[in-house]
């Protein structure tokens, strides 16, 4: 079936480092979302990129879309505790007249003060 | 305020029983969704609805139900069947439009433990 992978899983950096998680999809995307879901909460929508080789920056994050439109990242420089979370990617997935999201598996972050 | 809320946040049920989780929004919006989060896992997708009483399962639907009798609120309902209830539970909705893409929202969450 149609997966999408992130990795790592977990991820674990003494705060100024830097911190990327990769997604992968099976298959074409029309879109990718971003999300943060932080600690006992919720996921919260990040960005959503749409064009193949797209980047957009919302400060000390970057991300980026693939040319095939199957994978992403997330960069971040010089993490801050306040980054801690588990981040998630969604991959739009377009089939018969209709589509759904399919979201990654996560990436935990953890920052080391 | 615009949002989704769910209740209970916490919720404590003994095995063999039903239990229904409630998900209300005011974002008017036609789609709906349902996940299940277990510790260091990513997002499951249990049902969704993207129009009035009617609704699709997801990945993971074995052992729940939903209803979809108004807009605003969709319910789940793990029952006895579920193997293995006890997760964080995630109500989530979305404007959905075949050539538009939204976010989605989702609600604070509903941690269901089963003793």
């Known amino acids: 079936g149609q997966q999408v992978m992130q990795i790592p899983q977990y991820q674990h950096v003494q705060e100024g480092e830097d911190f990327t998680t990769y997604c992968n999809s099976s298959t074409t995307l029309s879109n990718i979302q971003w999300y943060k879901q932080r600690p006992g909460g919720h996921p919260v929508f990040l960005i959503q990129l749409v064009k193949s080789g797209e980047v957009k920056k919302q400060k000390r994050l970057t991300f980026q879309f693939g040319e095939a439109k199957k994978n992403s990242s997330l960069h971040i420089t010089a993490t801050q505790t306040t980054d801690v979370g588990t981040y998630f990617c969604a991959g739009k997935v377009t089939t018969s007249g209709t589509y759904k999201y399919i979201f990654g598996t996560g990436t935990r972050l953890k920052v080391l003060a | 305020d615009g949002g989704i809320t769910q209740s209970p946040k916490y919720l404590f049920r003994k095995e063999g029983q039903n239990v229904t989780l409630s998900c209300e929004q005011n974002l008017n919006h036609d789609a709906m969704y349902w996940y299940r989060q277990d510790p260091g896992q990513g997002l499951r997708l249990i049902y969704y609805?993207?129009?009035?009483?009617?609704?699709q399962k997801g990945d993971i639907a074995e052992g729940y139900s939903v209803s979809r009798e108004k807009k605003e609120s969709f319910p789940l309902t793990v029952t006895s069947a579920q193997k293995n209830p006890t997760a964080f539970y995630l109500c989530a909705s979305r404007y959905w439009h075949l050539d538009e893409d939204r976010e989605t929202f989702f609600g604070q969450g509903t941690r269901l433990t089963v003793v």
């Open positions: 609805s993207q129009i009035v009483n009617d609704f």
